[in-house]
């Protein structure tokens, strides 16, 4: 059974940091592309970055410069590093893994279709 488990979440003061990581159980990990989504009260989800199976990244206006996307296919692992934190990212944040075969990073996430539970991010001004 595929399974997606979230950790890492927690509450910062802004400009703080926090590393979320996703460890994947089911599939063959390294095959699959990847993405971490956010979801606030009162809000749409929104995709935050995706990574391919390749390595190939691709990151939301609001996040660059700030988040950076990682994997580690050996420890079937996936990272999302936050950095430099604002009030305003505070959030539920979702990893995901698109359909097998689907190589090319998105952000929507209508393209995604394995989803973990979520970790809660909460900042503080």
């Known amino acids: 059974q595929r399974q997606l488990v979230e950790s890492g979440g927690g509450s910062v003061q802004a400009g703080g940091s926090l590393r979320l990581s996703c460890v994947a159980s089911?599939?063959?990990?390294?095959?699959?592309?990847l993405g971490w989504f956010r979801q606030s009260p009162g809000k749409e989800r929104e995709g935050v970055a995706s990574i391919g199976p390749d390595g190939s990244t691709r990151y939301a206006d609001f996040v660059k410069g700030r988040f950076t996307i990682s994997r580690d296919n050996a420890k079937n692992t996936l990272y999302l590093q936050l950095n430099s934190l604002k009030p305003e990212d505070t959030a539920v944040y979702y990893c995901a893994a698109r359909f097998f075969g689907e190589r090319i990073p998105t952000l929507t996430a209508a393209d995604f279709r394995y989803w973990g539970q979520g970790t809660q991010v909460t900042v503080s001004s």
């Open positions: 089911g599939v063959i990990y390294s095959r699959y592309c």
